[in-house]
């Protein structure tokens, strides 16, 4: 008789679970299917640093061991050492050499134009050189066919970053002319360009670059940059306006 009424009993229980919906799974399948959660976003990589007129200046302390020195692909890099002692820095891998002070006609920085990482010698002090690719959601590096795709669709601002004399030499139409060593100064002129997107170039990416994140850091929506430069679009067999 207790064997019926505890039948009954379970049978009924069933019932009003299903009624209800009640889908219950064990604690461990649970959560086995539970969606992880997001994972937190790194953070951007700390650059050495400050940039100056189109420079980025590294000073380096020559008591400090094997320093790490990060830097964006596309910076035009000036060293210092605090002493203020003159040296010579040289990147065997990249087969490049730089001296301070400068020598007369020599060039005021070491470009940057591959990513990675490179053994440097600054003269007693021996580091490592970090070359990073500059990355954020409101940036983005195309080549040649679609920049010329993006420009008759988007119809973005254009601007060329480049020295007078090479815009002179040919630039795409439209653009309009910001070298990169004026444009911390000036880059409340372009304030009104910040929620439209902005195409920006120079002769192989690497200024385009520096100018790009400064827009970025500015607060510009929409920054495209063409990673290889006037060359690529040369080479894609473009149009150019003299």
């Not at 399948?29 to 650059?47: M, Q």
């Not at 440097?120 to 990073?132: K, M, R």
Request: net charge neutral; aromatic share 8%.
């Amino acid at each position: 008789m207790h064997y019926r009424k505890l039948h009954v009993l379970l049978g009924s229980l069933a019932i009003a679970l299903a009624a209800a919906g009640c889908n219950a799974q064990p604690a461990g399948n649970a959560a086995k299917n539970a969606t992880p959660a997001p994972a937190a976003t790194a953070a951007a990589p700390e650059v050495s640093g400050k940039l100056e007129g189109g420079l980025r200046i590294v000073t380096l302390d020559p008591a400090a061991p094997a320093p790490v020195v990060r830097v964006y692909r596309g910076d035009y890099v000036q060293v210092a050492m605090a002493d203020g002692a003159p040296f010579t820095v040289t990147i065997d891998s990249l087969k490049l050499s730089w001296t301070w002070p400068v020598p007369e006609g020599g060039k005021p920085y070491l470009k940057m134009t591959e990513s990675g990482r490179f053994p440097f010698q600054a003269g007693s002090l021996t580091g490592t050189l970090e070359v990073i690719d500059f990355q954020a959601a409101a940036y983005r590096e195309v080549a040649a066919a679609e920049a010329a795709q993006i420009i008759a669709n988007l119809k973005p601002f254009v601007l060329d970053v480049r020295t007078p004399g090479e815009f002179a030499e040919g630039h795409i139409e439209g653009a309009t002319l910001l070298p990169i060593q004026e444009m911390q100064q000036r880059l409340g002129e372009l304030a009104s360009r910040k929620h439209d997107p902005v195409f920006v170039y120079c002769h192989s990416g690497n200024r385009s670059t520096v100018a790009a994140k400064l827009m970025v850091d500015a607060g510009f929506d929409q920054v495209i940059n063409l990673r290889k430069g006037i060359n690529d679009w040369k080479s894609a067999g473009l149009p150019l306006v003299r």
